[in-house]
């Protein structure tokens, strides 16, 4: 996969890009991932990018020009153009599954007031990573590119993500490491005898309980299995003592 990030402040992915997974990702060449800078393609003079908006107001809007000339030298295809945007679609690991099977990804980033409205006709898809504001798309982009990485191929271990909370509507069960015992806080007996079946059964019985307890609107979204059906009783039956 490829994805080009269009922004006016590349130096704020000098760590996301060289740390940790994602780092590892790019030097696997499992994904490549460029930074390109929007000042590079405006024909304003002094290297403008913005403008005054028409009507009043105050800050800055993002002008056409430079950001169509640079999608447009950027596009193929193959690419799909995201625009950062407060006003976008909510983002969840739904869309991150779905965004990590395309070729090529296309994300630009506002700052100040935002964009010229009319950029949104050169767009296919604008993202919000939640209902707040932030100064720029530099780090939503960092939000989406991390979870759309760690889910290519290769890039960790299918299982780490397939119990992922939000994978399917659903929390992930609680987690335990060594020692057993700390400070009088026990790990769960079932997770220490190496039954594996019991195991499974606690980790897909407490991800219901979680995601009940916690975010009752996701089991809105969640197919029930019959076995899933049964626990969900148990633990309704359960939390009302
Ligand atoms: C200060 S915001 C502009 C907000 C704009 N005036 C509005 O009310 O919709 C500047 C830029 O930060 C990015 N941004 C801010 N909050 C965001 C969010 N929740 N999700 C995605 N991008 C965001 C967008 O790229 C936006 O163009």
Known sequence: MKIDIITLFPNMYTGFLSESIIGRAIKENKVEINLVNLRDFTKEKHGHVDDTPFGGGCGM???????????????????LVIMMTPQGEVYSQKKAKELSLKNHLIILCGHYEGFDERIRSIVDLEISIGDYVLTGGEIPSMAIVDSIVRLIDGVIEDDSHEYDSHTNWMLEHPQYTKPRVYEGLEVPEVLCNGNHKEIEKYKLKESLRRTYLRRPDLLEKHELTKEEEKYLKEIIEEEKC
């Open 61 to 79: 809007v993002l002008l056409c020009q430079p950001v169509f000339d640079c999608i447009r030298s950027l596009r193929t295809e193959d690419s």
